[in-house]
């Protein structure tokens, strides 16, 4: 082996001790124990249980749960990020442990966010500054806040896809061939896994976009009217890619995101959403919460005094004030001797700008100083907790803070400060990444059984309950039919009982109301004898029909709306679409490496 291929052995082998070092850092208490522990959104276990049923059941697009909503069912994965539960739903299906399942979406929302950030960083600054900025932004204590305090599951899934869609953009912008690829996986990804995140990243992106082609196209203006260089159409073809993926990113999952936005009215949520506690004017943060590493477990209010952080982070502080120092050290430098050599490039302040300028914007918006926009924007309700804006600050400061690569021309210097940055980040942030305490027993709050989903997490989780619904329905049904003489005196036969569909053989003597444990929603459709029959509305805003007597077979179907018909069509054209544009390429390989003589 000569000497360069040693070397380049010995970088591939850094790079990955790292990696694995910033990965434990986040991970170990996941790791060195069996045992898991209270958070405050405890209905993961729940929510996996019911979409491995539904799956089962042969519902799919799984949209209705059956054991939500006090028992009687809410279309929960139609609203609420349906990404992390499919893939815990088949762990959970496979290995039968509910605690694995989510302790595996844990991990891979680590592993997912670290590789972004160093495939990103690695793009924009080389293989230090993918080091540098994985290890920000895997290890920001915002992070461990939503995983090990709020249990916000679906909100850490929606930032581990950040990274890999500013990757994919640029990738675009560079004209690479898998670029709109990794664009396309990674929007899908967002989309289906957090609303909130999705709305308030898809602005910054959009500023993104137009800040790094500004500077491409400034960058290769001279040569643009250059014949045989730079031309229109390179423009064009790059606009064109990036509008197209985005376009075929939403449709492709417009079977979620159109019925979420579309049905919402059917539901709770605007109820619950609009209740005092959620109402964002009373979740601003200041801007000395960003500095103050008071580490807590608890909830958010008013004012200063959180029970959670809101800290940056030691090792990402430290970053900023090094970065301020190179920065200065630099600017004096080149003021006091003029003929030093350029360190400092247009591209490096532009770029450093354009991320620094995100920073502060989403920073800002987490802040009280802002709540006039907040105001003026109702959308922004939805948001409930303006903090939620540092989802997209932590990533803008890791890559801010990865851009110090740029400021040192000597390449044994810049990996030793960037190692021991890494170094500092890790043990200093290490800490965050563990529960307050672990339980003795998970089955305590981590509920697979239905009846317990139906007592204990219906009143955590009722956002999606139908509008017809009571708040506090005066059964809570342990059986599909509510009419419990009827099945004593077995007059009611129910032959299938599955998440989706119900099928019931009745024999009555006279006409009589039959009561069922389902809520009423657009979409549930009842037959006897294999016609449409009329559904009315029971005590608990439950659907009930009226039976006449005889034998009759009664089934209960639920079935798309328009709405939802129109929404999976798009869906699966765009998947067909998608295939289409991505399998010809392999195809083309394929066939350049047979030779087809004797044709």
């Avoid at 599951?153 to 930032?159: F, S």
């Avoid at 990794?182 to 990804?189: A, D, E, K, R, Y």
């Avoid at 229109?232 to 985005?246: C, D």
């Amino acid at each position: 082996m000569g000497y360069n291929e040693q070397v380049q052995k010995l970088k591939q082998w850094s790079v990955l001790s790292f990696l694995l070092l910033i990965f434990f850092a986040a991970s170990w208490s996941l790791l060195i124990t069996s045992k898991f522990f209270r958070v405050h959104d405890f209905t993961h276990a729940g929510r996996i249980s019911e979409m491995a049923q539904a799956l089962q059941d042969g519902h799919f697009p799984v949209r209705w749960t059956e054991n939500f909503g006090y028992g009687y069912g809410m279309p929960l994965f139609e609203f609420y990020g349906p990404l992390p539960f499919y893939i815990g739903a088949v762990v959970f299906i496979l290995f039968g442990n509910v605690i694995w399942s989510i302790k595996f979406l844990y991990l891979l929302s680590n592993l997912g966010t670290l590789l972004g950030g160093y495939f990103l960083g690695k793009k924009l600054f080389g293989r230090v500054g993918g080091l540098l900025l994985s290890a920000f932004l895997t290890l920001a204590p915002y992070r461990a806040m939503n995983l090990f305090a709020r249990g916000a599951l679906n909100e850490v899934w929606g930032i581990m896809f950040l990274p890999w869609i500013l990757l994919g953009l640029l990738q675009i912008f560079h004209q690479q061939k898998s670029g709109w690829k990794t664009f396309f996986f990674s929007l899908v990804g967002l989309f289906l896994s957090h609303n909130i995140t999705t709305m308030i990243f898809l602005p910054i992106l959009i500023i993104f976009a137009l800040g790094y082609g500004g500077l491409m196209f400034w960058q290769q203006a001279p040569e643009f009217f250059r014949k045989g260089r730079f031309r229109a159409r390179n423009v064009l073809r790059i606009i064109w890619q990036m509008f197209t993926t985005g376009v075929l990113a939403i449709t492709a999952s417009s079977f979620y995101l159109v019925p979420a936005f579309l049905e919402k009215s059917f539901t709770q949520v605007e109820k619950i959403i609009l209740t005092p506690y959620f109402d964002y004017h009373l979740h601003f943060l200041y801007i000395r919460q960003f500095f103050t590493p008071n580490w807590g477990y608890g909830g958010s209010g008013w004012g200063t005094e959180d029970g959670i952080s809101f800290f940056l982070g030691w090792g990402q502080l430290l970053a900023v004030f090094s970065l301020l120092a190179l920065w200065l050290y630099h600017f004096f430098r080149k003021i006091m001797k003029k003929d030093v050599e350029k360190v400092l490039s247009n591209k490096v302040f532009y770029l450093t700008f354009l991320f620094g300028s995100i920073f502060l914007l989403s920073s800002l918006m987490s802040l009280l100083k802002t709540q006039f926009i907040w105001d003026q924007i109702s959308l922004f309700k939805f948001i409930q907790f303006p903090w939620r804006w540092m989802s997209i600050s932590i990533l803008f400061l890791s890559i801010l803070l990865a851009s110090r690569v740029w400021l040192f021309t000597n390449i044994v210097t810049r990996s030793w400060t960037a190692g021991i940055c890494i170094v500092i980040t890790v043990f200093s942030s290490a800490i965050y990444f563990q529960p307050e305490k672990y339980l003795d027993d998970a089955n305590d709050f981590y509920y697979t059984d239905k009846m317990n989903i139906r007592k204990n997490l219906s009143q955590i989780l009722p956002d999606y309950i139908s509008t017809d619904m009571k708040e506090n329905p005066t059964i809570i049904p342990d059986s599909l039919i509510l009419n419990q003489d009827l099945l004593a005196d077995e007059s009611v036969e129910i032959i299938a009982d599955r998440v989706h569909e119900k099928l019931i053989r009745t024999s009555f003597t006279e006409t009589t109301n039959l009561e069922f444990s389902v809520a009423t929603y657009p979409g549930w459709r009842a037959e006897i004898d294999n016609q449409w029959w009329n559904k009315n509305k029971g005590e608990n805003g439950n659907i009930m029909i009226e039976i006449p007597s005889g034998d009759h077979l009664v089934s209960l179907r639920f079935e798309s709306t328009p709405v939802r018909y129109w929404s999976d069509l798009t869906s699966f054209f765009s998947w067909i679409i998608f295939i289409s544009f991505s399998f010809p390429t392999v195809s083309k390989k394929i066939l350049k490496k047979k030779k087809f003589k004797n044709l």
